[in-house]
């Protein structure tokens, strides 16, 4: 079965050891975070599901394992002129910005279970 992310997008590369790496990297505001925790969620529960050997180390005979992280960021505009005369930037700090959150998945996995990973969840 095929799973459209719409928030995620996966990049794969192999490793020298013959397994391979997916990495992920989304960043939303806090409208839209249920939909990125949902969508995290059906990857994991994939993965779980699917592949029950894993997660865990791959040289101790697991099939695939993970690193989850998350960061929440706030950001503010800032006024930024330029005075020719004085060869010097000026910069005013504008008020705080929305919060963003930003999470990254990395997957790590047997061949096998990454490219069943890669027909599950297509890059279209």
Known sequence: MRHALQLLYFDY???SDGHGLL????????????????E????????HAQ?????????????WDF??????EWSA???L???????????????????RHTVN?????SAGFCSAFLAAFPAD
């Open 81 to 99: 002129r330029y005075d020719p005369e004085q060869k010097r930037f000026a910069r005013q700090a504008g008020p705080a910005g929305a919060v």
């Open 23 to 38: 990495d992920a990297m989304a960043a939303c505001a806090e409208p839209r975070l249920a939909a990125l925790e949902a």
């Open 77 to 79: 505009d800032e006024g």
């Open 51 to 63: 592949h029950p050997a894993g997660p865990g180390p791959l040289d101790e005979g697991h099939e």
């Open 13 to 15: 590369s192999d490793g």
């Open 40 to 47: 995290l969620a059906r990857v994991l529960d994939w993965c």
């Open 105 to 109: 998945l990395s997957i790590t996995g």
């Open 67 to 72: 690193d989850l992280q998350g960061r929440r």
